[in-house]
Nanobody, 115 residues
Framework: VQLQASGGGLVQAGGSLRLSCAVSGSIFAYNFMGWYRQAPGKQRELVAS??????NYADSVKGRFTISRDNAKNTMYLQMNSLKPEDTGIYYCTVALDWGKFNYWGQGTQVTVSS
């Protein structure tokens, strides 16, 4: 299984980005999908997840980020609005058959938010 993340870049505070994660093969079987973020000098953290039809967000991104999936395109997304400098980091996508099962990871895409 290969995951290819894209859509990162440099954006000013208040701007928006949409990250995409293309998954090889069908994503229909993956009940868990998530986006993690690793900021400089910090541990990787889960910012958004989709388990079945339930979404969950880190408090720091609630109301600003939206995770979604398109089974027909074998792609998951992270819509990020009202970006803040503290959103800066490398964003990784991941999928698993279910929560707690083996995770497949993408290579990460850099997001930089300038103040």
């Amino acid at each position: 299984v290969q995951l290819q993340a894209s859509g990162g870049g440099l954006v000013q505070a208040g701007g928006s980005l949409r990250l995409s994660c293309a998954v090889s093969g069908s994503i229909f079987a993956y009940n868990f999908m998530g986006w993690y973020r690793q900021a400089p000098g910090k541990q990787r953290e889960l910012v958004a997840s989709l388990l079945g039809r339930s979404t969950n967000y880190a408090d720091s991104v609630k109301g600003r980020f939206t995770i979604s999936r398109d089974n027909a395109k074998n792609t998951m997304y992270l819509q990020m609005n009202s970006l803040k400098p503290e959103d800066t980091g490398i964003y990784y996508c991941t999928v698993a058959l279910d929560w707690g099962k083996f995770n497949y990871w993408g290579q990460g895409t850099q997001v930089t938010v300038s103040s």
